[in-house]
């Protein structure tokens, strides 16, 4: 069993839905969650991050962490064009070693 | 401008040839740190150094050597590539005890 595991998709949804992208998780001591997002023949890039456990919000962003059940949560709002990419999940013990899930591959088509 | 760059963006190779891949950093940072990037299993970590001459292995090290003689500069070195190696490579870096890693644009290798 992964450390991580994330849907990898595709998901394709129209211009003003709401997406939700999720990760599960079996390792009890991670504390660090967080999100990047990668474009096409780009770098991933940090989108959010959230300390242990609760809710993080950033304009149309939204993370949600519950350590209990061990799953995490991407929300995006009123997703636009600009949106597609491929979202990767991390989390992390300490600052630094990251573990990745598999990415899913977001289309949002207008 | 902050960034961390790699080169080649592209490289195709055979099997057993020697090669390099560079990365360089100009943001100061102490921890750098390799992945490879494979479908269906994310972005796994090869090597990591947490500082000049401090290296040590990731989750996925065979085949790989790293050096760090240099705070800006991390080379990845493939001594005899073998095609299981053919993958997207990525170099991050970050400050000591911080949460964000910048990830360079990524090198495509083939190897036949």
């Known amino acids: 069993q992964k450390e991580v595991e994330q849907d990898p998709g595709p998901l394709s949804v129209p211009e003003g839905a709401i997406v939700s992208l999720n990760c599960t998780y079996s390792?009890?001591?991670?504390?660090?969650f967080m999100w990047y997002r990668q474009y096409s023949r780009k770098g991933p890039e940090l989108l959010m991050y959230t300390y242990s456990s609760g809710n993080k919000e950033d304009g149309r962003f939204t993370a949600q962490v519950d350590k209990s059940s061990k799953y995490i949560s991407l929300f995006i709002r009123d997703s636009q064009p600009s949106d597609s990419a491929t979202y990767l999940c991390?989390?992390?013990?300490?600052?630094?070693?990251?573990?990745f899930g598999q990415g899913t591959r977001l289309t949002i088509n207008p | 401008e902050a960034q961390v760059t790699q080169n080649p963006r592209y490289l195709i190779t055979v099997t057993g040839k020697k090669l390099t891949v560079t990365c360089s950093q100009n943001m100061n940072h102490e921890y750098m740190s390799w992945y490879r990037q494979d479908p269906g299993l994310g972005l796994r970590q090869i090597y990591y150094?947490?500082?000049?001459?401090?290296?040590d292995k990731g989750d996925v090290p065979e085949g790989y050597k790293v050096s760090r003689k240099e705070k800006r500069n991390f080379p990845l070195i493939l001594e005899s590539p073998s095609p299981n190696q053919t993958s997207l490579y990525f170099c991050?870096?970050?400050?000591?005890?911080?949460?964000?890693?910048?990830f360079g644009p990524g090198t495509r290798l083939t190897v036949l």
């Open positions: 991390a989390m992390s013990q300490g600052a630094q070693k990251l573990v």
């Open positions: 390792n009890s001591a991670f504390q660090y």
């Open positions: 991050a870096s970050t400050p000591t005890g911080h949460i964000e890693q910048f």
């Open positions: 150094s947490m500082n000049v001459e401090v290296t």
